[in-house]
């Protein structure tokens, strides 16, 4: 296990992050990924997660990475008791596998995310800092095939020609304020339209939303940009 500093973090102090997985090539590799961004740090690195809780309190993480499939680890009890002590730890799971009823089970738990391994690197950043901002939003990215289709209901409405364009511009991964400034409307209204659209199109997610719009040929996916990239969520605020 490695740990860095301790202490609760400052407002203006990167995201603290705890990295938990039993294959210790990926779970570098991923240390190394979070740690080259400025606003995040890794304050821990561990490969299962008994005693988790305690590394939690120890170390002030915020959000916790946490690997669904692990020796001796039950990964909804581990996210309940988690979530349970710490109400305002964020836990995002990563995973090989897709199960819609895992999934369900672990944001009834209090998960806030669930990324398949096989995400870009963009979709987990994007995760991570939605989350850590108090997003009210969960994250979901994982291939549509990993997903029944009696899971999420097919979109009823079509959008209305601006929502269209704010959806779009949240496919390309910008921001509430990126896309303000680009539509040239303010930020208040880029979040109205997201709501109406997440609510026209029954999504739980902007990567939900975006994948469901695509496939009812509401607008177009961003050139080059693969399919469960997870763009940024509404901020609350």
């Known amino acids: ?21 039993d294959h210790s090539l990926l779970r570098t590799a991923l240390c ?4 080259a961004e400025d606003d995040l740090r890794v304050v821990a690195d561990v490969d299962t997660s008994q005693g988790l809780g305690d590394l939690v309190e120890r170390t002030g993480a915020q959000v916790v990475l946490l690997d669904v499939e692990m020796p001796d680890h039950h990964a ?5 008791e988690l979530t349970e002590r710490f109400p305002e730890l964020h836990v ?3 995973t090989m596998y897709n199960d819609a009823q895992l999934v369900q089970e672990l944001l ?7 990324l398949h391994k096989s995400v870009p690197r963009e979709s987990l950043l994007s995760a991570i800092r939605n989350t850590a901002a108090r997003d009210p939003h969960v ?3 994982v291939p549509r095939s990993g997903i029944p289709e009696s899971g999420f209901s097919e979109p009823q409405q079509t959008l209305s020609p601006r929502e269209r364009e704010v959806l779009t511009q949240a496919a390309a991964a910008l921001s509430n304020r990126q ?5 040239r409307i303010t930020e208040g209204t880029v979040k109205r339209h997201l709501r109406n659209i997440f609510e026209k199109l029954n999504a739980v997610s902007r990567i ?3 994948n469901k719009a695509v496939d009812a040929q509401l607008i177009r996916r961003p050139q080059g940009q693969a399919r469960d990239v997870n763009s940024p969520q509404p901020q609350k605020g």
């Open 139 to 141: 994250t979901i990215a």
């Open 108 to 114: 009834a738990r209090g998960a806030r995310g669930y």
């Open 92 to 94: 995002l799971m990563l």
């Open 179 to 183: 896309i303000a400034t680009r539509l």
């Open 32 to 35: 190394q990924l979070l740690d």
């Open 76 to 80: 909804p009890s581990v996210v309940g």
């Open 208 to 210: 939900d939303a975006v």
């Open 1 to 21: 296990m490695q740990t860095t500093d301790e202490g609760r973090p400052g407002a203006a102090e990167p995201i603290r992050i705890i990295a938990v997985d």
